[in-house]
Nanobody, 121 residues
Protein backbone atom coordinates (compact mmCIF):
# COMPACT_ATOMS: atom_id res chain seq x y z
CA UNK A 1 0.00 0.00 0.00
CA UNK A 2 2.82 2.40 0.86
CA UNK A 3 6.32 2.57 -0.58
CA UNK A 4 9.26 4.56 0.71
CA UNK A 5 12.13 4.89 -1.76
CA UNK A 6 15.48 6.58 -1.27
CA UNK A 7 17.83 7.91 -3.91
CA UNK A 8 20.96 10.01 -4.18
CA UNK A 9 23.63 7.89 -2.54
CA UNK A 10 27.00 7.21 -4.09
CA UNK A 11 30.74 7.62 -3.82
CA UNK A 12 32.11 11.01 -2.82
CA UNK A 13 35.51 12.28 -1.79
CA UNK A 14 36.13 13.59 1.73
CA UNK A 15 34.91 17.16 1.99
CA UNK A 16 32.34 16.59 -0.73
CA UNK A 17 28.57 16.84 -0.69
CA UNK A 18 25.60 14.62 -1.42
CA UNK A 19 21.87 15.17 -1.41
CA UNK A 20 19.66 12.25 -0.50
CA UNK A 21 15.98 12.12 -1.39
CA UNK A 22 13.20 9.91 -0.10
CA UNK A 23 9.71 9.78 -1.56
CA UNK A 24 6.70 8.08 -0.04
CA UNK A 25 3.87 6.95 -2.28
CA UNK A 26 0.66 4.98 -2.08
CA UNK A 27 -2.55 5.29 -0.14
CA UNK A 28 -1.31 8.00 2.23
CA UNK A 29 -3.59 10.02 4.46
CA UNK A 30 -0.92 11.90 6.36
CA UNK A 31 2.82 11.75 7.05
CA UNK A 32 4.03 12.75 10.48
CA UNK A 33 7.70 12.73 11.44
CA UNK A 34 10.24 11.80 8.79
CA UNK A 35 13.87 10.98 9.44
CA UNK A 36 17.16 9.74 8.09
CA UNK A 37 19.01 6.97 9.86
CA UNK A 38 22.42 5.62 9.00
CA UNK A 39 24.20 2.37 9.65
CA UNK A 40 27.96 2.30 9.45
CA UNK A 41 29.72 -1.01 8.73
CA UNK A 42 29.65 -3.17 11.85
CA UNK A 43 27.55 -0.71 13.83
CA UNK A 44 23.92 -0.30 14.84
CA UNK A 45 21.52 1.89 12.92
CA UNK A 46 21.36 5.39 14.41
CA UNK A 47 19.32 8.47 13.72
CA UNK A 48 21.06 11.21 11.75
CA UNK A 49 18.30 13.79 11.46
CA UNK A 50 14.55 14.07 12.05
CA UNK A 51 12.00 16.57 10.77
CA UNK A 52 8.57 17.07 12.27
CA UNK A 53 5.38 17.49 10.29
CA UNK A 54 5.71 21.22 10.94
CA UNK A 55 9.20 21.29 9.48
CA UNK A 56 11.25 21.51 12.67
CA UNK A 57 14.61 19.74 12.30
CA UNK A 58 16.46 17.76 14.95
CA UNK A 59 20.04 16.69 14.31
CA UNK A 60 22.33 14.11 15.84
CA UNK A 61 25.37 15.75 17.42
CA UNK A 62 27.66 14.05 14.92
CA UNK A 63 25.80 15.65 12.03
CA UNK A 64 25.14 19.17 13.33
CA UNK A 65 26.52 21.92 11.14
CA UNK A 66 27.13 19.59 8.21
CA UNK A 67 23.65 18.41 7.22
CA UNK A 68 20.27 19.94 6.51
CA UNK A 69 17.06 17.98 6.55
CA UNK A 70 14.03 19.36 4.75
CA UNK A 71 10.70 18.10 3.46
CA UNK A 72 8.18 18.87 0.75
CA UNK A 73 4.80 17.85 2.09
CA UNK A 74 3.13 18.29 -1.29
CA UNK A 75 5.48 15.67 -2.72
CA UNK A 76 5.64 13.43 0.37
CA UNK A 77 9.40 13.77 0.14
CA UNK A 78 12.20 14.32 2.61
CA UNK A 79 15.73 15.40 1.74
CA UNK A 80 19.10 15.26 3.44
CA UNK A 81 21.75 17.67 2.22
CA UNK A 82 25.14 16.53 3.48
CA UNK A 83 28.25 18.70 3.26
CA UNK A 84 31.85 18.37 4.42
CA UNK A 85 31.52 14.62 4.31
CA UNK A 86 34.00 12.49 6.23
CA UNK A 87 35.03 8.85 5.77
CA UNK A 88 33.19 8.03 9.00
CA UNK A 89 29.95 9.13 7.33
CA UNK A 90 30.18 6.02 5.17
CA UNK A 91 27.25 3.69 5.57
CA UNK A 92 23.76 2.83 4.44
CA UNK A 93 21.29 5.65 4.87
CA UNK A 94 17.69 4.71 5.54
CA UNK A 95 14.60 6.84 5.26
CA UNK A 96 11.95 6.60 7.95
CA UNK A 97 8.42 7.95 7.75
CA UNK A 98 5.56 7.76 10.24
CA UNK A 99 2.58 7.36 7.93
CA UNK A 100 -1.15 7.12 8.45
CA UNK A 101 -2.66 5.14 5.62
CA UNK A 102 -6.11 5.99 4.26
CA UNK A 103 -8.73 4.17 6.32
CA UNK A 104 -6.42 3.52 9.27
CA UNK A 105 -6.90 5.21 12.64
CA UNK A 106 -3.23 5.35 13.53
CA UNK A 107 0.14 5.92 11.89
CA UNK A 108 2.91 3.36 11.71
CA UNK A 109 6.57 3.30 10.76
CA UNK A 110 7.69 2.73 7.21
CA UNK A 111 11.30 2.26 6.09
CA UNK A 112 13.05 2.56 2.78
CA UNK A 113 15.44 -0.06 1.48
CA UNK A 114 18.49 2.11 2.11
CA UNK A 115 20.99 3.90 -0.08
CA UNK A 116 24.75 3.46 0.16
CA UNK A 117 26.95 6.46 0.89
CA UNK A 118 30.70 5.95 0.60
CA UNK A 119 33.13 8.70 1.49
CA UNK A 120 36.58 7.82 0.25
CA UNK A 121 39.45 9.23 -1.73
Amino acid sequence: QVQVVESGGGLVQPGGSLRLSCAASGSIFRIYNMAWYRQAPGKHREVAATITVGGNPIYADSMKGRVTISRDNAKNTVYLQMNSLKPEDTGIYYCYANIQVNGDSAARAYWGQGTQVTVSS
